[in-house]
């Protein structure tokens, strides 16, 4: 599965333990690792003393609260679509980032598609793990589709109304 970080193809470097991890696996597998909420909860002294880079994924029906104090041992965060008409993990990275201040990776992974990148990213997504065989083109349509925003979020960007009262 193609992965785009900062609309860029980029390699993996995270060994997907979150689904068929034994305890033993958690330990032992070498270099920067994925996992559960719920192995991060149950092993959290054991994945701390690997000391190397974490990532966590968390469903979407998992609440970034459950790690808030905990964000500073995540390298990235992963956050599930587990259907394209599930939205709840674009609140979670708004959370994430603007309420608990989370400046690392988020990779939005799952039922990830083209027509939802643009607002992936204005909630704070800046990597996105895609179905796609052709990403970085999609990355490049979904990035230049819109150029005039409502709503303001935490990229930066200035909506149509402070544009507006900019030009006089």
Same mark, same amino acid.
């Given at each position: ?23 033993? =696996? ?26 190397? @880079? ?50 690392? @990776? ?8 083209? @027509?939802?990148?643009?607002? =992936?990213?204005?909630? /704070? ?12 083109? @999609? ?14 979020? /935490?990229? /930066? ?12």
């Amino acid at each position: 599965m193609p992965l785009l970080k900062n609309g860029k193809p980029h390699t993996d470097e995270f060994t997907d333990l979150s689904a068929t991890a034994t305890p033993d =696996m958690l330990t032992t597998t070498a270099g920067p690792v994925l996992v559960s909420l719920q192995q991060w909860q149950d092993h959290r002294a054991e994945l701390l003393a690997r000391g190397t @880079e974490l990532c966590l994924v968390l469903r979407s029906d998992e609440k970034p609260a459950a790690v808030s104090d905990d964000l500073e041992h995540f390298a990235m965060i992963a956050l599930d679509f587990p259907s394209f008409r599930d939205g709840r993990a674009y609140s979670s990275a708004r959370i994430l980032r603007q309420r608990y201040g989370f400046a690392g @990776e988020l990779r939005a992974v799952g039922d990830v598609l083209l @027509e939802q990148l643009h607002f =992936m990213h204005r909630v /704070g997504f800046n990597s996105f793990a895609l179905a796609s065989d052709n990403a970085v083109a @999609e990355w490049e349509t979904a990035a230049n589709d819109i150029s005039v925003w409502y709503q303001p979020t /935490g990229d /930066g960007r200035r909506t149509a109304i402070q544009q507006r009262h900019a030009a006089g």
